[in-house]
């Protein structure tokens, strides 16, 4: 038997490499939606964002990645984004209620609410324990008016989720609307039990001392909201609302100076502020 030439063993190894590197695609499209939903559970939302991208890559048709992805916009307050992947998501599965919970939030932050109601109803009626489509809807019937269907929902969110600070403030609002001022109260407790950071927790708590008769109480929490994040525009127009009930008319002014710098209408903010103390 012939020998077998060297130069022809050589190629044959170097083919067998090549088609083992061949076989080794990487990661698969559930590789990095796996990646992405731990990224995303630990708050990594930019990170999440692009494993999701990569997943997406790899099949344009992965509903599961579209309505994840959503999701994550949803977190970081861009509200179109939100509807293009649940629109997309929805066109693949049209019974996907989590997609029509995440449009339905995006439709309430651009305060299309007749949309959100609509995406919002569909959703429960899909999967009626889905916590975060209750605490949209809350968010739209309080934003509406609608305080005791608000404060339905809200509950019912809640109670799916004790630890969901967004749907506890929202709740706290609803009671302090319709006159529940002990529970409007808990509420407020119980968010910066929950989240000591919060600053709009203590924003909002300090509206509440204020028009309570608690201005003392009302400047501290107001103080605090403002330490925990500078940029709130919240605090400083609640606290100009303080100041100048008080007549503590420089610390006033320079409040509402700094909600203008944050983007508030100066002018509507004194007329608004002389309303409300009027009002008192």
């Known amino acids: 038997m012939p ?3 060297i130069t022809a063993l050589l190629l044959t190894l170097v083919l067998a490499l090549l088609i083992a590197a061949c076989g080794d695609d990487g990661p ?15 708050g990594q939302l930019e990170e999440a964002i692009l494993e999701y991208d990569q997943a997406i890559g790899l099949d344009l048709n992965y ?25 997309k998501a929805i066109e693949l ?15 309430a932050r651009n305060f299309q609410l007749e949309e959100a109601l609509v995406d919002l109803n569909k959703a429960i009626k899909l999967d009626p324990d889905i916590q ?21 929902d809200l509950t019912r969110a809640v109670q799916m989720a004790p630890y969901h600070v967004a749907a506890i403030l929202n709740r706290a609002g609803v009671n302090y609307e319709l006159g529940n001022l002990q529970e409007s109260f ?11 950071n919060n600053a709009n927790a203590f924003a909002s708590r300090g509206y ?8 003392e109480d009302a400047i501290l929490d107001l103080d605090e909201a403002i330490s925990i994040d500078p940029e709130l525009s919240l605090a400083y127009i609640n606290r100009a609302v303080v100041h100048c009930s008080l007549g503590n008319d420089a610390e006033c002014q320079a409040d509402i100076e700094k909600a203008g710098e944050l983007g508030i209408n100066t002018e509507e903010l004194e007329k608004s502020i002389a309303e409300l103390i009027a009002d008192r």
């Open 208 to 215: 509440f001392f204020w028009d309570q008769g608690q201005p």
């Open 186 to 196: 808990q509420d407020y407790e119980d968010a910066i039990t929950l989240e000591p």
């Open 3 to 5: 020998a077998r030439p």
């Open 28 to 42: 698969s499209k559930e590789d990095h939606l796996a990646a992405a939903i731990e990224l995303q559970s630990a």
């Open 63 to 87: 509903g599961e990645a579209y309505t994840n992805r959503g999701g994550v916009y949803l977190e970081l307050g861009r509200p179109q984004l939100v509807i293009d992947d649940s629109n």
């Open 132 to 152: 975060a489509a209750y605490a949209n809807r809350g968010g739209v019937y309080a934003m509406s008016g609608e305080y005791e269907d608000a404060l339905v």
């Open 93 to 107: 599965d049209p019974d996907n209620a989590v997609a029509y919970a995440n449009r339905g939030g995006a439709y």
